[in-house]
């Protein structure tokens, strides 16, 4: 396969350069964006970011122009994504609602409901969160139990929900519900769109190893919706969810990915100012094959997400490459993050470390502790590998558990 660019991405590539270097802030320049801030304030950097992303055209690279998206192929969004990862810049703060809520809106939405958020999402003025996962089902989703009972206009909602991302900040919610208790558990699920701040609404931030409450529980007590709030159809909620699921792998695989090229730059370099006993790290046999062994994979990464997304638009179906991609930057991510680790021992947790204190030194082992997550969020490393053992091996269902959540 042909990897190089035609003339108009290479002018692509140009446009989002001039762009880039003239809108990131200095502070988040390559000497590293400030890290690390408490919740508060680094919510109010990435609303900051996403408003200029917004005015620039650059929120939502792939979505429609009328939705207010730049209409981008999904190679064009990859070489955005690439230009803006050569700087430390805050992620997105609506990137569950441009990333997976507002694809599922495009595809399920009813005009009005397109009308009312997706402008939004992009502008960061709705911040979205993803209310699947409950305390008895993750993998397993379709046997959630939060009901919504119809009553009048309204559904009442009643139930827990946990591990919601953004959940502590959210304006709004994509909420997948029990509307028919009598039929197989996948049949009888349905999705709304529930405003964050209804009363009935409880919500408990989760503080996690690396210190911040990125996620929360959330509780609902006779939370009432409108029935004008249902997305799809009434109890095609698993439909709905599995689309969220497809563009979540896709899309988040594509953003972390150029996070994870952008961390094997910082760790080279790293590796190479940090003296040991005499010599840079980087001269370390040890070290300089595990250098090589992330580069490879970081490199094939590269190579098949363009391959996924040539010829393509943003609303085709990836198909199992969505699973390959997910498990193997979960682990990639993983394993060079242990590596800085390693290397700096109790160092990796000082802001301060024996590179000088230079960007990044004493962070490593916030990211690292971050990475954790990576093999259980969006789908867990055993069921990936169950996905791809059975849709793309062929070797037929495995015989445990339900595969539910990611049966995409
Ligand atoms: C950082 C992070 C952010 C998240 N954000 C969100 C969010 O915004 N919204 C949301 O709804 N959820 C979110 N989640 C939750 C996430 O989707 C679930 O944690 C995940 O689906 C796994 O579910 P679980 O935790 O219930 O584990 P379980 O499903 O109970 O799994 C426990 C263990 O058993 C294994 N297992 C389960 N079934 C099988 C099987 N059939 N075969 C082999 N092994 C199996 C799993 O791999 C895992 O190791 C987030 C999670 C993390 C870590």
Same mark, same amino acid.
């Given at each position: 396969m042909d990897f190089s660019l035609s003339n108009e991405e290479v002018a692509f590539r140009g446009q989002v350069r001039a762009w880039v270097s003239a809108n990131v802030p200095c502070d988040y320049g390559s000497a590293g964006w400030p890290e690390p801030l408490e919740d508060r304030e680094r919510y109010r950097v990435m609303r900051e970011w996403t408003q200029k992303l917004y005015d620039g055209g650059w929120a939502g690279v792939t979505w429609p122009k009328e939705y207010g998206g730049r209409g981008a192929t999904p190679v064009e969004q990859f070489l955005f994504l690439e230009e803006i990862a050569t700087y430390r810049t805050p992620g997105p703060i609506s990137v569950i609602g441009v990333g997976m809520v507002g694809p599922t809106i495009m595809a399920f939405g009813r005009g009005d409901q397109k009308e009312a958020h997706l402008r939004k999402i992009l502008s960061g003025e709705q911040i979205w969160c993803q209310g699947f996962s409950e305390p008895d089902a993750g993998s397993d989703l379709a046997a959630l139990k939060t009901?919504?009972?119809?009553?009048?206009?309204?559904?009442?909602?009643?139930?827990?929900?946990i591990?919601?991302?953004?959940?502590p900040i959210a304006d709004w919610c994509l909420l997948q519900v029990r509307t028919d208790t009598a039929v197989a558990k996948h049949k009888g699920l349905s999705c709304l769109l529930v405003d964050m701040r209804s009363p009935g609404i409880e919500v408990r931030p989760i503080r996690q190893i690396t210190g911040d409450a990125e996620f929360s529980e959330l509780f609902f007590t006779n939370l009432r919706v409108p029935r004008s709030n249902l997305l799809g159809q009434e109890n095609d909620?698993?439909?709905? *969810?599995? =689309?969220? #699921?497809?563009?979540?792998?896709?899309?988040?695989a594509a953003l972390v990915y150029t996070q994870i090229r952008r961390d094997l730059r910082e760790v080279v370099a790293l590796t190479k100012r940090t003296q040991h006993r005499g010599r840079p790290l980087s001269a370390v046999p040890e070290v300089r094959q595990r250098l090589v062994r992330a580069y490879s994979v970081v490199e094939s990464l590269r190579l098949s997400n363009l391959r996924m997304r040539a010829g393509t638009t943003a609303a085709d179906d990836p198909g199992p490459i969505g699973s390959i991609f997910k498990l193997i930057w979960a682990t990639t991510n993983q394993a060079l993050l242990e590596l800085p680790v390693d290397l700096l021992g109790p160092y990796?947790?000082?802001?301060?470390?024996?590179?000088?204190?230079? *960007?990044? =030194?004493? #962070?490593?082992?916030?990211r690292y502790f971050r990475s954790l997550g990576n093999s259980i969020e969006g789908g867990t490393s055993e069921i990936l590998r169950n996905i791809i053992a059975e849709r793309v091996l062929g070797l037929g269902r495995a015989p445990t558990r339900d595969t539910a959540r990611v049966a995409k």
């Open positions: 009901t919504a009972v119809l009553d009048g206009d309204h559904y009442v909602v009643n139930g827990q929900k591990w919601t991302s953004f959940g909620g698993w439909r709905v *969810a599995i =689309s969220t #699921l497809m563009h979540e792998r896709v899309n988040i990796a947790e000082l802001l301060d470390g024996p590179d000088g204190g230079r *960007a990044g =030194s004493g #962070l490593w082992l916030k």
